[in-house]
């Protein structure tokens, strides 16, 4: 059974940017398409992005050019690199397992997320 573990949120100023990581233990990583959720204040969940096992990549279209993610199968860990942070930024970012296209990811795990602040 695969536990995502996230880090690297905090609190940053517009403008300003942040690379969270999520490491997985455990399961199957390699073959996964692995993604990034968020949930901001009163939102829905919502995906952000997603990177198949040939690091074919998907992006909302409210973090294309500024967000990007990235995974090392090595250490069994994906990345989320975040740029020109805005304030409509801050949420809850979980990272997320799963299969099927990177557009619409069918999720199997969820970690249990860390906070992005962005002030303005």
């Known amino acids: 059974q695969v536990q995502l573990v996230e880090s690297g949120g905090g609190l940053v100023q517009a403008e300003g940017s942040l690379r969270l990581s999520c490491a997985a233990t455990?399961?199957?990583?390699?073959?996964?398409?692995m993604g990034w959720y968020r949930q901001g204040p009163g939102k829905e969940r919502e995906l952000v992005a997603t990177?198949?096992?040939?690091?074919?990549?998907y992006y909302a279209d409210s973090v294309k050019g500024r967000f990007t993610i990235s995974r090392d199968n090595g250490k069994k860990t994906v990345y989320l690199q975040m740029n020109s942070l805005k304030p409509e930024d801050t949420a809850r970012y979980y990272c997320?397992?799963?299969?099927?296209?990177?557009?619409?990811?069918?999720?199997?795990?969820w970690g249990q997320g860390t906070q992005v602040t962005v002030s303005s």
């Open positions: 990177i198949d096992s040939g690091g074919s990549t």
């Open positions: 997320a397992r799963g299969y099927g296209p990177i557009a619409t990811m069918y999720v199997d795990s």
């Open positions: 455990g399961g199957i990583f390699n073959s996964k398409v």
